[in-house]
């Protein structure tokens, strides 16, 4: 059965919300970045773009580029949250939805087209109420045959582009198509490619499978495929996906940090934060694991193992705090990470004494309220003054924007 892929991919994605939640920034040239100290462009508005800033510089180069840039501290939280209502727009034409990162994902509407009348009409309507929802977001539509395509077409009208693939239509989009363009082809990739002569994927199309196989191993036969538009990889809802080995979160901090307090305090936000991502997965796992990295980019990992999985966050904060008590810091630290391993899935545990009742009935009060009202809305004590760190890599998708309640952490 032949399919339809829909590749959906929101343009300047952090700008723009950050320029629709602030009405003062909306046609000005802005860059949303990290931490103050150790930061870089994660997106640039298409005002900046003008100016020649790019993802990955430097604000300082940002700054020579556009003297007149607004720089803007992202939001994690406001991102997610974002990103969580867009799927759920998506899932009101089809429950085949794979979120591929925070401002993409792929949709699955081979089943939705008899639903709607056609394709065009999901494109639209679903442009529309982006639109009505989430105010200015705009977004560029790829619809083609398969992922590969179909992540073709999105890119090829930005911003707020809508491109359709047809299938009769593929070997004249390729033919003369740079093989860079192609969704998996890198710049590495693309000048080996091109020390043997092909630079086009019409070309690469014709190449000898031997020759290519010769040359790049078993990823030659799948270059040929890619060149001639093949793929047959799925569109994999979140629900479907494989079962994680381990779960963790990690920070770059804004200073270096040699104060343990204060470390203990990022573990437990860290450890929160995989306590959630777990207990949403209906994960446990034996095996805590701390990762810290000193200013010289030296970068280590303890573990600890117990006898009974857990997935508490104050458990997993107790675990990496112990393991931090058995360093001695040579240096301040940099970065901290929290992981779980050794999981296992869908394992429910009674609490036998009375004591750990409370504790566990208290911990999913916080997920529901957070799962409803956004992260860290509802929080430790001890995080009041952390729960909206910039340094927090967070593929978690929840809302955000509710004011915290205090909570006391328990330390043992």
């Known amino acids: ?176 198509l740079p093989v860079g363009e192609l969704w998996g082809i890198g710049p590495h990739l693309e000048m080996h490619l091109g020390t043997m002569g092909i630079k086009t994927c019409g070309e690469l199309g014709r190449a000898s499978i031997h020759v290519l196989k010769n040359r790049f191993g078993v990823i030659g036969e799948r270059l040929k495929l890619m060149a001639q538009g093949i793929d047959n990889s799925p569109v994999v809802p979140l629900e479907h996906e494989a079962d994680a080995k381990s779960v963790g979160h990690s920070m ?28 949403s997965g209906e994960y446990a796992g034996r095996t805590v694991a701390l990762t810290l990295r000193y200013p010289d980019f030296t970068t280590f990992t303890r573990r600890s193992t117990v006898e009974t999985c857990m997935n508490s966050s104050i458990d997993i904060y107790l675990a990496a705090r112990e393991i931090l008590n058995t360093i001695r810091l040579q240096q301040p630290i940099r970065l901290i990470g929290v992981s779980v391993c050794n999981l296992t899935k869908n394992t429910v545990q009674i609490p036998l004494f009375s004591a750990d009742r409370v504790k566990q009935a208290a911990t999913h009060t916080m997920d529901a309220i957070n799962d409803r009202y956004g992260d860290f809305c509802i929080t430790w004590g001890t995080l009041i003054e952390r729960y909206h760190h910039k340094g927090v890599i967070s593929p978690a998708w929840r809302p955000d924007g509710v004011k915290c309640v205090n909570l006391s952490a328990q330390k043992g």
């Open 1 to 176: 059965m032949n399919k339809t892929i829909m590749h959906i991919d929101m343009n300047a994605f952090f700008a723009s919300v950050e320029q629709q939640v602030n009405p003062a920034l909306k046609g000005k040239p802005i860059a949303v970045i990290g931490s103050n100290e150790r930061t870089v462009v994660t997106t640039a508005s298409y005002e900046a773009r003008a100016y020649g800033v790019k993802t990955g510089m430097t604000k300082y180069e940002a700054r020579r580029l556009c003297p007149h840039i607004i720089l803007v501290a992202g939001d994690t939280g406001r991102y997610t949250d974002t990103c969580r209502r867009l799927v759920e727009i998506y899932r009101q034409y089809t429950p085949i939805v794979e979120v591929y990162s925070v401002d993409e994902a792929f949709l699955d509407v081979t089943g939705s087209i008899p639903l709607f009348g056609n394709v065009g009409v999901i494109a639209k309507n679903i442009k529309k109420e982006i639109h009505k929802t989430l105010g200015r977001l705009t977004c560029s539509i790829g619809i083609a045959p398969n992922k590969l395509l179909a992540k073709l077409g999105s890119d090829m009208k930005k911003p707020d582009g809508l491109v359709i693939i047809q299938q009769e239509d593929i070997d004249e989009v390729l033919e003369r």
């Open 252 to 279: 770059t901090l804004d200073r270096d940090v040699s104060d343990i307090e204060t470390l203990e305090r990022h573990i437990l936000q860290l450890s929160e934060m995989v306590g959630r991502r777990l207990r």
